[in-house]
């Protein structure tokens, strides 16, 4: 179960650093003069983090929920968690 989360986690974190690749990108044109105004670039980053806003959403609820259950809090079970018996 838990393994399962951290693979999900890891394949988040993946496509997060695909973006920011693309990001980095963005912002480090190939020749001088070459590339996007400011205002193209912060346009695209500002649709980047809007874009991302459900995922990292999520990441941050379930490293927090990760977090409570390596602690040993008492955590209710996740939406579609079958319960243990």
């Known amino acids: ?12 974190i993946r496509f997060i650093n ?12 190939s020749e001088k003069g070459d590339g996007p105004t400011l205002d193209d670039i912060l ?9 991302q806003e459900p995922v990292i959403k999520r990441i941050d609820h379930t490293t927090a929920r990760n977090n409570d ?9 996740k939406t579609g968690d079958t319960p243990r018996s």
């Open 1 to 12: 179960m838990l393994l399962s989360r951290l693979d999900e986690q890891d394949e988040e």
């Open 69 to 77: 259950l390596l602690e040993g809090r008492i955590v209710s079970p």
């Open 18 to 29: 695909e973006k920011l690749s693309i990001l980095i990108e963005l912002l480090t044109p």
């Open 43 to 51: 346009a695209r980053l500002v649709e980047l983090l809007r874009d």
